[in-house]
Structures are given as structure tokens and as C-alpha cells.
């Protein structure tokens, strides 16, 4: 089963892109896990992704901002939208589904602010409600998504220019860190430990130069990471420039399932 999560930068813009993607790879990615939507439920495009074998698709949209969504070509059962302690207004970063045994759970963090800034404070508040949320999902887990967190400096390529700033303040790193200490593990880490390689770039001449950051990620328990076949960001749609990209490059893990 090949997982694939992506943070489009809005779904709408990225169809052609996605298509163009999913043909170069013979279409072989599984479960499509995708964030940043930038779109209500009623406007996702179903049919797109059903034309493409992913018949199964659950969403929790927002209206310009934020949003994720699982598309399978598996069957998707006990769906569950958010965390159990959100407002009706809450933002909506996080989608859960069963495979199978296996939990999927798909996450939009939040991107934060400068220390001391609201915006700070709530980053690190969603990180205390996905710490309750995945405590309580169960054994065969599988979680991915943007985390928004880099999780030490190999995943920074100038770790000086970018020193307790966004995504690198040693607070939000430990409340990844906790995260990952209810038993999950990097899987791009775990296969490839000394490896640099992003899933982010600014606009602009960053990708070109590789100036990235790793804040996607595939987290898995140690029943799942043992079928763990392989991780891998793919570049190509990040770099096309006939089509924008989204800032983001799909993150692709390959799990052995029974």
C-alpha cells in the first residue's frame, strides 16, 4: 500500500498538476492523504479523484483556509473529523479513517508565529489536543501530514539562518517530540538516518538550490514500521513550472500489508 501525503496549497489550482503527476507514476499511489484544501466540503472534486480509482473519499473542508481530506482506492470505515473537544468553529487540520486495521490519521498543523504571538500559542495548544487525540486512537497507527516542525537542524538546510525561528523553536520540537514518544516513529528517519532531504520549499529559486525544509512526515507504531518498505519525496511536481506547483512535494511511504 503506497500512502501519499501532499499539501497541495489549495486543491483547486493543483488538478492538472496532480493528473499530469499520477500518469508519470502509472498511478500507483493507494491512499492519497492531502492538506491545505482551501475549500468546503461541497466544492471537493470527487469526480476528479474517483475518474482516478480513488473511490472513497471523506473530507473536512474550510472555506478558504486550511482543510484535509482522505482519498482511497481502499475502503475508508469509522471516519472521524477533528478532535473530539472542537468548537463548531474549529479549525478543521485533521481527518481520521480505518483501512482495514490500520488507523489513518491525516494532519494540518498549524504554521505558528514568533514567540509570545497568538498565533504561537495555539500551534502549541493543537499540538497538546493531537497529543490527547492520538493517545486514544488505538495500535496500528499511521499518521502523516504537515507538521510544520522541523525536527532537528539535519532538516534545515541553514540551520544558522533559521535558529529558533518557525518550525525550528526548540518548543514546538518537543511537542512533536512528545507526539512521537507515544510510540511512533519517523519513518523517513528510520530507513534513512542521516539523509537530508525536504518536503518544503519557498517560491521562488529555493527549490532549484534545494534551500528546504523537512515538515512532512510519516509516523507510524512499531507494528507498522516493521512493513515499512520505503519513503520517499518526489520532487517532479514541486519543480514543474508549466503547471504551479504547490510550495510542498508529495511524501510517498510503501507499507507491506495483509
Known sequence: ????????????????????????????????????????????????????????CETFGQKAYNGVAICSKLPL????????????????????????????????APHGDERGAEKYYYKLNWYKSLLDHIAKAGENIIIVGDFNVTMADIDVYDPKAYHDTIATMPEERESLQRVIDLGLTDAFRHLHPDARQYTWWAYGAAIWKDQGLRIDYVLATKDMIKNLRSVEADVWPRKKKTLKPSDHAPLIAEFDVT
Open 77 to 108: 470505515t469509522n471516519v472521524k473529523r477533528g478532535f473530539t473537544t472542537d468548537s463548531e468553529d474549529a479549525q478543521r487540520r485533521v481527518i481520521q479513517a480505518d483501512i482495514g486495521n490500520i488507523s489513518l490519521i491525516n494532519v494540518y
Open 1 to 56: 500500500m503506497k500512502i501519499c501525503s501532499y499539501n497541495v496549497n489549495s486543491i483547486k489550482q493543483r488538478l492538472e498538476l496532480i493528473a499530469e503527476w499520477l500518469k508519470r507514476r502509472e498511478n500507483d499511489i493507494d491512499v492519497f492523504c492531502l492538506q491545505e484544501l482551501k475549500g468546503v466540503d461541497e466544492t471537493f472534486p470527487h469526480e476528479f479523484f474517483n475518474s482516478h480509482g480513488f473511490l472513497h
